[in-house]
């Protein structure tokens, strides 16, 4: 195991984050969760899935109910996005 090096997540690259699932919480709304592979996700942010073309702002971005000022490459968030319900994003979407 020493002799293994971890691999290299660019975070230079457009954000691909697909999703594990996602969950309606009551009082913060949708929470869309999954690994970013590439890029960097960060509050402010809008963001479309894909393949259901839905554009929405990230409100918030936690890992591990700690809030976080960016995700990066590995990282397992969850993400609090404005005005899309639980309905218009799934499991599998980028």
Do not use: C, W
Request: proline share 10%; net charge neutral.
């Amino acid at each position: 195991l020493d002799y293994i090096l971890p691999p290299t997540r660019p975070n230079d690259k457009p954000l691909r984050l697909p999703l594990q699932d996602v969950y309606k919480i009551d009082g913060i709304g949708t929470v869309p969760v999954g690994r970013v592979e590439t890029g960097v996700l960060k509050p402010g942010m809008v963001v479309t899935f894909a393949p259901v073309n839905v554009t929405t702002e990230v409100k918030s971005v936690e890992m591990h109910h700690e809030a976080l000022s960016e995700a990066l490459p590995g990282d397992n968030v969850g993400f609090n996005v404005k005005n899309v319900s639980v309905k218009d994003v799934r499991r599998g979407n980028v």
